[in-house]
């Protein structure tokens, strides 16, 4: 079976702090997909970042970045010097080539964001 | 192309009417998902369709669902008979790829239904 866990249901912090959001995932296929998405107020699902289950290499991306480790089976995004305009609930994802391909969600994290 | 769009943005309905919502996916994509999300939820699967062919459904999805994609372009997405448990948020997507899964989907702002 596969899951997707994001402990953290809010969290809350003032503009410029980093923020790291936490996924944890579970899967017994050696093939698989993780993503983050960010769902705005407005309600559209945002795409931010897909990491191949044989691609361990953490990326940077202007303020955004991304910690894969399948040792522990996290798949961690950080955002540097958070801006109000980053609040949001952020979605771990996971996709994997024996589970078909249906995407299955984390319960999501909130972000709040203030000045 | 400006993305998958959905409508109606909004639905209200009574319990026991029929309702039917659309989905234009990114013209080039093959593959058309929706989901379903409620409050405090992330979105859960309902079914998927690669090109016309309906290839997979959630058993989310009762006998009162039925998703079409008729030419392999727009989909429909048709509640019979709605429940009060079907007020939701309805997500489609879509994404190109011949893989399995190895495609991030780009999803519609989604259609909110209220059933009273």
């Known amino acids: 079976a596969q899951k997707v866990t994001q402990a953290q249901t809010e969290i809350s912090v003032v503009e410029k702090e980093d923020v790291t959001l936490d996924c944890v995932y579970e899967t017994r296929d050696t093939t698989y997909y993780l993503f983050w998405y960010k769902q705005p107020p407005s309600g559209e699902l945002v795409f931010l970042i897909r990491r191949n289950s044989f691609d361990e290499q953490n990326e940077i991306s202007g303020r955004y970045s991304w910690n894969f480790q399948k040792s522990t089976s996290s798949f961690n995004f950080t955002i540097t010097a958070s801006q109000v305009v980053d609040s949001a609930v952020y979605f771990c994802a996971l996709t994997t080539r024996a589970g078909g391909f249906k995407t299955i969600f984390g319960a999501g994290t909130r972000l709040f964001v203030k000045a | 192309d400006t993305g998958v769009s959905q409508n109606p943005r909004h639905k209200i309905t009574k319990r026991g009417q029929n309702v039917t919502f659309r989905c234009d996916p990114i013209s080039e994509h093959n593959r058309l998902y929706w989901y379903r999300q409620t409050l405090g939820q992330g979105p859960e699967f309902l079914t998927y369709?690669?090109?016309?062919?309906?290839?997979?459904k959630s058993r989310l999805l009762s006998d009162r669902f039925s998703a079409e994609r008729p030419k392999g372009s727009f989909s429909t997405l048709e509640i019979q008979r709605t429940e009060q448990g079907d007020s939701a948020m309805y997500l489609c997507?879509?994404?190109?790829?011949?893989?399995?899964?190895?495609?991030?989907?780009?999803f519609g702002q989604g259609t909110r239904l209220t059933v009273v």
């Open positions: 997507a879509s994404s190109s790829g011949t893989g399995g899964g190895d495609t991030e989907a780009f």
């Open positions: 369709f690669q090109n016309e062919a309906q290839l997979e």
